[in-house]
């Protein structure tokens, strides 16, 4: 925020919108490499209306795409950079099993990518998750790096350091206007900010926000119910915080996907979501479903009578969060197509939290026009045909 009464500076080497993960990082690596960095937020920190809140987010080196899992060694590494730099815990190891069919193509593509990983049988897997039971024909592959990372604690703390290296955060400002030019100028709520670089980091709003710019990006927002379910047996080590986290592949039951993490945010309560919700638009998140239009919760409800016995059947607590998703599922982090100085990271999909370390360094090194650290191919933007429109 900025201070009452000073005069407004209005210049900056780097302007970033959206204080989420993406933003936050991005923010961080720019101001690490001195460069007088604004970051702007159109809510008063900290929110829950995006995509970054929440106490916990998955964290894991296993990936069936090798172009994730090759990032995987630079983010851990960099998570572990932030933990020292304020002194805090961010992560909590406690190891993840992928569930799936024997021999589908993607469990197969996350065993490969983990090298030497463990593929568990059901006795197996007994003795890592005591409290999940699989289902005859399927498997389980170990990724003992995986674990739990404390999302809202995170995102304090990069926003901390980003200050501390003289970074200026003004939350409660909405962008309005964006000009582009080799000066780019930045209109919000409270302020006009000039800078020769921008880069975009809104999230689910970041469709409506590049538009005005020329491009029509595929980007859906999703509505995700986040569920908690109550353990049978309070306290059972079954289940409950003793277990790893878990994903699940190749289920026809589910073929987006069911995840969960051990009971961290609420006792005895283990998060289990599916990697998939609703069409939304950002700005009506609040208009909750009917009671009959809820089929996550039945899907999830009957994948614990099967997979996760020790679970009531019910959620015992319901949050929403957004995705916002891409056709491939794969991230946007590319320059404009026509306006090179503004870099666009988005569309990440419901996977972006971990990689959050490694994707503000990748849109800090673009913006700056230095060679990216990483393969940049999968991310860009003429992935994806008639984007740019004529409106300039
Ligand atoms: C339920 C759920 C579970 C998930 N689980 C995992 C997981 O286990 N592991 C994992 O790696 N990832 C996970 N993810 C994904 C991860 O959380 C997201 O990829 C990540 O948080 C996206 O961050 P972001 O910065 O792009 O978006 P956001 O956090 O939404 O940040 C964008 C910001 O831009 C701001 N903004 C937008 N428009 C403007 C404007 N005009 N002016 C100013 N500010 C603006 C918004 O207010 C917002 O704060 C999960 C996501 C959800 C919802
Ligand atoms: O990024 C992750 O690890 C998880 C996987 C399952 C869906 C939510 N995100």
Known sequence: MATPGQPQKA????????AGIQGSFTAYHLAQRHRDTLLLEQFILPHSRGSSHGQSRIIRSVYPEEYYSRMMPDSFRLWQQLEAEVGIRLYRQTGLVVLGPAGNEELEACRRSLGDSQVLDPTALARHFPGCRLQAGQVAVLDSTGGVLFADRALRAVQEVFRRHGGTVRDGEKVLRIEPGATVTVTTTGGVYQAPRLIITAGAWTGPLVEPLGLRLPLQPL??????????EPKSTNVGSVSPCFLTVGLSQAPHGIYGLPALE??????L????????DPEKRDQAPSGADRPDISLLSSFISSYLPGLET?????????????????FILDRHPKFSNIIIGAGFSGHGFKLAPVVGKLLCELSLGEEPSHNMAPFAITRFHDVLQSVL
């Open 314 to 330: 019910q959620p015992a607590v319901m949050e929403t969060c957004l995705y916002t998703n891409t056709p491939d599922k794969d």
């Open 223 to 232: 509505r995700i119910d986040v569920c908690y379910w109550r353990e049978k």
């Open 266 to 271: 609420y006792p005895g309560m283990v998060k």
């Open 11 to 18: 210049t900056y080497d780097a302007i970033v919108i959206g």
């Open 273 to 280: 979501c599916h990697h998939h919700g609703s069409p939304i």
